[in-house]
Each structure stands twice: as C-alpha cells, then as structure tokens.
C-alpha cells in the first residue's frame, strides 16, 4: 500500500478553540497593577475648598452663611461688607468659627470663617484694618495663610486707595516664602478678559474689560508673583460674573495665589445658585493641600449625665429629687440601690444626658429654627426667579419676602429676651 505525502498538522487539537479549556486573557490576572506597589486601592486625593463672598452685613445672615458653607464643603471662607463692629471671633453654627474685625457697623468690616477640623490650628490672627485681616494655619506638616480683603470702590478717596494697597503690600512682604498663601476678597477692580501686558499673572479667562483699579491688581499680582486663579480656568459666562446690580455684571471678586502654587490648584468658579448675598456671588477655589481638614472629628461615645450643669440647675434637681424615702426592711444593699435609681432619675429629668456619637464641638445658633430656614428658602428662591424673568413684579414678590425673612429672624431672636 502506497503511503501518501499528505502532510499531517502536529498541533491538531481534540476540542475547539472555542472550549474553557482554551487559555483566554480572561483566564489571568492583569498584571498591570497600580502605581505603588502594596497598597490594596488608590489613595484618595486630599481637597481644601475656600470660598470668598462680598456679603453686604453679617446681620441676620450669619446662620445661613454657615449653612451654605457646610452645603457646599467650604472649609474657610472669607467675607467682606460685615459691618460689624469689634475684633472679635464667635461660633455661627455647624461647626464654624468666624473671626472679625470692623470699626463701624454701617460700612466696611471682613472676616475669616474656619471649620471645625481647621479651627484648632490657628496659631496666628492679624487684623490689620477694617479693610484688610489675616490668619495663619499650622497643622505641623503645611502653613497656609489666608487673607481676607476689601478694598476702597473706584469713587473713594485717593488717601485711602494708597493706604489700603500700601497696608496690603507690607503685609505681603513678610509672609515667608515657605508658607501657602490665598487672597480672597472684594478688590472692586477688573481684570479684565485678556492677558495684555501680565502674561504671568492673567490667565487670558476672565470676564469684561479691564479698568484701572483691574491694572491696579495686576501690577500688585506682579510685584509679589501672583496670579488671579479666577482668570486660568476656561468657564461659562454664569461662573465669571461675580457681582450684578441694576443690569450691570462684572467680576471683581476672585482668588489670588502664588504662581508656584497654581499647580495645587485644581478649580476656581462661581456658584451662583446660592442666593444668600444680595448683589455678589460665592467665588470658591480647590487645592491640594493638606491641613488635616479630613481627619476624623471626636465624638461621644455613650450617653451621660451633664452633672456639670448642676451648679446652675440646684433648684430643679432638687424640686425633682424631692423628700427621699426609705424602707427599713430592706437591707443596706437595697437601700443603696434604690437611692442610686432615685438620684440619677431626678439628674435625668433636671440636668439631661448627652447624646452618643455628637461632636464635642456642637455649639449651635438657637433662633435657626424651621420658621427662619422656611423664610430665607423662600426669599432666595425669589431672587432666582427675579433674576431669570427681571420683571417687576418679581422684583416686588422678593423685596417682601426679604423683609419677612428679616422680621423671622428678629422675632425668633426676640424670643430669648423676652424668657
């Protein structure tokens, strides 16, 4: 029998290729991991969130400064036009500490908010004027100092322009080039939408046309290698315009960091749906720095008796201890045990128990009851409506829930007084 030359395939396989048994990608684990070696997820990123906002008066409008900065995880803020007067710090609820500083309570006047995991590392408040003030955080492992600013409008006094501008340029020269620095505030100039003549400092992404105050804060950028982060990120018109009165928009509240530290950055914009200040806007910024403002907080951990309260309270534990009775056929371990009972349910019912799982930094504002938060939803949804339609009806709608708002916070203010 003839043998045929018939080539035969030596890798012939007895199932298809399409079997389970076929080794696939699928099979394997990537072996492309991650970045570092030994680390089960990526670490996540660590954000410090600022704000800045030309609030017109801190008078009734403290509480919901407060809430909005905590709807918005602001972690420091800075706000100009307080008019109040004094240099002082003070709690405003959720946490946040406000430092001030004014000399009038009709004009002027900025401030500094701080949240709860900030707060203890201020190592440092200057307050230079009624215009100009400053606080200095030190966590250990980064410095950042934050400047709140508000300088003279185009119509003030030239005197007072020289001073303000001198005050902040000695400021700035003596804040070491070790530590972060932002300059947050209301500078009532415009940059500007190009980059003409400060190509270090202008980010070419602004809003408008640049006047002299706007050349005023460049040159100032200049001198001390600044940049206006506002200007660096490419955004709709509604996140450029941070002030609007009478039909006129214009940017003039921003953020101003060292050149070196625009890399930090990862976003400046405006929010505009928050309608707390009546003619400005909440300008925020997002770095990459790290101040611990994501440390775990302390909390209780079990419910106790706020026997601290009983210097003040005497009279009511005392009308709720009441004659105490015991019975002599019991013994002395019963006796104990039912005047143990007897005692810690009149401190219950006269002191009260903490709460567990409270931060120990729970100081809240009393008056901002659902009454007051009611009202001030309504008058901001109001100004949103009248700035969409400009009609004058809406106009007049806002103006009488603006001042219902202000009669519910006076009246729930009042309330205290009058106990």
């Known amino acids: ?18 079997d389970a048994r076929c080794p696939r990608p699928s099979d394997v684990t990537s072996g492309q991991g991650l970045p570092a070696g030994g680390r089960s997820r ?26 909005i900065l905590k709807k918005r995880r602001i972690n420091i803020a800075c706000v100009q036009e307080t008019k109040w007067r004094g240099a002082k710090s003070r709690d405003i609820g959720d946490g946040f500490k406000l430092l001030y ?34 606080v ?27 001073n303000f501008w001198t005050s902040l340029d000695t400021y700035l020269r003596s804040v070491g080039q070790e530590e972060h620095i932002v300059i947050g505030g209301d500078l009532n100039g415009h940059v500007g939408q190009q980059r003409d003549g400060y190509p270090q400092n202008h980010g070419g992404c602004g809003f408008g046309a640049r006047n002299q105050e706007g050349t005023r804060i460049l040159d100032c950028a200049e001198a001390h290698d600044l940049v206006v982060a506002n200007t660096f990120f490419k955004k ?11 039909g006129r928009t214009t940017q003039r509240d921003d953020w101003r960091l060292r050149r070196r530290e625009l890399k930090l950055t990862i976003d400046t914009k405006v ?19 790290d101040l611990g403002q994501h440390r775990l907080l ?18 009511m534990f005392a009308a709720a201890l009441g004659p105490l009775k015991m019975d002599s056929d019991q013994s002395a371990e019963g006796v104990w045990t039912n005047l143990v009972n007897t ?17 120990f930094i729970d100081k809240q504002v009393w008056f901002w009851n659902d009454d007051v938060q009611q009202a001030v939803k309504a008058k901001k949804e109001a100004l949103t409506t009248w700035r969409t339609s400009r009609d004058d009806q809406d106009y007049q709608r806002y103006r009488t829930l603006k001042s219902a708002a202000k009669r519910a916070v006076a009246t729930s203010v009042g309330r205290l007084h009058t106990r």
């Open 298 to 315: 302390r909390v209780t951990a079990c419910e106790k008796i706020k026997w601290w309260r009983l210097g003040s309270c005497k009279a």
């Open 271 to 289: 929010i505009p749906s928050d309608n707390f200040a009546p003619q400005h806007r909440l300008v925020v910024v997002d770095m990459r720095i």
């Open 101 to 134: 500083n004014g000399e009038s309570t009709s004009r002027n006047g900025v401030g500094i908010v701080v949240d709860e995991k900030l707060r203890d590392n201020i190592v440092q408040v200057d307050r230079l004027s009624e215009r100009l003030m400053a």
């Open 42 to 67: 990526l670490k996540k990123q660590v954000k410090l969130r600022l704000g800045t906002v030309n609030i017109g008066t801190l008078t009734g409008r403290h509480r919901e400064l407060a809430s």
């Open 1 to 18: 029998m003839a043998i045929s030359n018939q080539r035969y395939n030596d890798r012939a396989r007895a199932f298809p290729s399409g």
């Open 236 to 246: 709709r018109v509604t996140h450029l315009i941070t002030y609007e009165s009478g």
């Open 343 to 359: 005692i810690h349910q009149a401190a219950e019912a006269a002191l009260g128990k903490t709460k567990p799982g409270r931060r």
């Open 136 to 162: 200095k955080i030190d966590d250990g492992k980064a410095v950042l100092r934050v400047v709140s600013c508000y300088a003279p409008q185009s119509n003030s006094p030239d005197g007072e322009k020289t």
